[in-house]
């Protein structure tokens, strides 16, 4: 009872009017934070149609800060304010633009400018051909370097000169060609008549053209024995009836970088080593490898050198034979069949 009596006495009226002051300062409080940060309204939505994108009507501006510089002016802490640079932002369009215009540029350069015109030409590896002969083939002069086609030219001198081989035709900017080349070179002339064969040392036939030097000469009734063509079909060198292959006549194709039978062509030149020096090889398509007699007449073997010790034995003993008869010989003398040797 003493202690509630010293507690002051408090009306229910204070507790009201304490209770309002309290509310009232909090709903201040919070108007003044409200106030403080605004909040953002959202952007209207505007929709066109089902299919677009959802856009706003206006976009929410957002302002740049513009970029100043500041120059110290000395120790004395003034600084001068420089206005703000602008700012360049290179789009991919305009970067693909230069491009496009630079590339534009590179090809009329080439296309057109007399610095990309072919003028030089160099030549490698010619002997017997010119220079001139070559380029009657490969005109190029004056031509621009993205025109000229190095596999038509290479094509085109292989054609025209069969005695060429390994050509390789290279360009090099601004307008330089290289022609570099091997030139195949005869070892045996073929005297087929009223036409003669220039026939390199691995039996390719070259046209004549230029100073040989000196080669090894073969008389013959006709072109050399040609090996037949690698683009012959199948079906046209199956076995005929009575078992021959057939071959492509070669009268009917171009003879010129064709290729002899080497294994006729081997003969040929070891023959020359075992005949009297005086001698000339001869070759007929019949009567096969032989050589001219220095008394006129002409000496046949066969188409190999099988027996050859014993066929030249044969001969001498039928001249021997023959000149006792006071007999001479008119056009030949085949020992080709030892056993049925005949003469006329």
């Known amino acids: 009872m003493r202690a509630e009596k010293l507690m002051p006495?408090?009306?229910?009226?204070?507790l009201v009017r304490e209770r309002r002051s309290q509310r009232s300062t909090q709903h201040v409080t919070k108007t003044r934070q409200a106030a403080s940060y605004p909040a953002r309204s959202q952007p209207v939505i505007m929709r066109s149609d089902m299919f677009k994108a959802a856009q706003p009507i206006q976009p929410n501006s957002r302002s740049r800060v513009k970029r100043q510089f500041y120059y110290s002016l000395g120790a004395s802490g003034a600084e001068l304010r420089l206005p703000a640079l602008p700012f360049f932002n290179a789009g991919g369009r305009f970067i693909s633009a230069i491009i496009a215009v630079f590339a534009a540029l590179a090809i009329y350069a080439l296309g057109f400018?007399?610095?990309f015109q072919i003028s030089d030409v160099s030549i490698e590896g010619i002997s017997r051909l010119t220079a001139g002969d070559i380029q009657a083939v490969v005109n190029v002069q004056g031509e621009q370097v993205v025109a000229f086609d190095p596999q038509a030219a290479q094509a085109a001198l292989e054609k025209a000169f069969p005695e060429l081989g390994n050509v390789k035709v290279q360009?090099?900017?601004?307008?330089?060609?290289?022609?570099q080349v091997n030139e195949l070179q005869p070892a045996v002339a073929w005297n087929g008549g009223d036409t003669v064969y220039w026939i390199d040392a691995n039996g390719v036939i070259l046209p004549p053209r230029g100073e040989p030097g000196e080669l090894l000469t073969i008389g013959a009734d006709g072109q050399p024995p040609l090996l037949p063509l690698a683009e012959v079909d199948a079906a046209a060198a199956a076995s005929t009836a009575d078992g021959a292959v057939a071959v492509v006549a070669a009268a009917s194709v171009d003879i010129w970088g064709r290729q002899v039978d080497p294994e006729i062509l081997k003969?040929?030149?070891d023959l020359q080593t075992m005949i009297p020096p005086d001698s000339k090889l001869v070759y007929n398509s019949l009567n096969g490898l032989g050589w001219e007699d220095p008394h006129g007449w002409d000496v046949y073997i066969g188409r190999d050198l099988t027996d050859f010790d014993l066929k030249l034995s044969m001969y001498t003993?039928?001249?021997t034979n023959l000149e006792q008869q006071g007999i001479f010989p008119q056009d030949m003398i085949s020992v080709e069949f030892?056993?049925?040797p005949f003469y006329r």
Do not use: E
Request: net charge positive; glycine share 4%.
């Open 113 to 115: 400018s007399t610095q």
């Open 171 to 179: 360009v090099g900017l601004p307008a330089k060609v290289r022609i």
């Open 317 to 319: 003993a039928i001249i």
């Open 267 to 269: 003969r040929m030149i």
């Open 9 to 14: 006495s408090v009306s229910r009226s204070d």
């Open 338 to 340: 030892i056993n049925a």
